[in-house]
C-alpha cells in the first residue's frame, strides 16, 4: 500500500513547495534566467541520484540510449509549465485559484487523451466527475 501511496505525497507536496516558489519569484527576473539555474540544480540532482538509487549497473550512457521521442518533448513542455504558472502569477492569478483552474481542465483533457489513446474506458463516474469540475470551476470564479 505504501509503494501506492507516497509517489502521490511527494506530487502533492512538491506542488505545494514549487507553487510557492514559482509565486515568490522577484517581479523583474526573467522567467527563462529563473529556470535556466532551477534545470542545472534538477539535473545535477537527478545524476546524483541516478547513481545514489539506480540499479541499472550505474552506466548513465546506456540509459540515455534507451530514451525515445517522449524525453524530448517531456523536456519542451516542461517549460511550458514553468513559465505558464510563472506568468500566471506574474499576472495576477492567486496561487489558490490557478493550480485548481489548470487541474480541473487537466483533468476533463486527460478523460478524452486517455480514451483516445490508452483506450481507458470513459465510465459514467467519469462523466460525472467532469461536471462535477465544471460546476467547481463555475462555484469558485462565482463573482459575490
Not at 10 to 34: E, G, Q, R
Not at 73 to 87: H, P, R, T, Y
Not at 94 to 120: C, D, P, W
Amino acid at each position: 500500500m505504501f509503494a501506492y501511496i507516497w509517489p502521490i505525497g511527494l506530487v502533492v507536496l512538491s506542488n505545494v513547495i514549487y507553487h510557492i516558489c514559482a509565486k515568490s519569484l522577484p517581479d523583474n527576473v526573467d522567467p527563462f534566467a529563473s529556470l535556466s539555474i532551477t534545470y542545472l540544480i534538477a539535473a545535477a540532482i537527478c545524476v546524483v541520484l541516478y547513481f545514489v538509487l539506480g540499479k541499472s549497473g550505474h552506466n548513465i550512457l546506456v540509459e540515455y540510449q534507451k530514451l525515445n521521442w517522449a524525453t524530448i518533448i517531456m523536456g519542451v513542455v516542461i517549460i511550458g509549465l514553468e513559465v505558464g504558472f510563472i506568468f500566471c502569477y506574474k499576472a495576477g492569478w492567486q496561487v489558490s485559484m490557478a493550480s485548481i483552474v489548470q487541474s480541473a481542465f487537466l483533468a476533463i483533457i486527460l478523460i478524452v487523451v486517455g480514451y483516445l489513446f490508452f483506450k481507458e474506458a470513459i465510465t459514467f463516474n467519469k462523466f460525472l466527475g467532469v461536471i462535477i469540475c465544471l460546476a467547481g470551476l463555475t462555484v469558485i470564479n462565482w463573482k459575490n
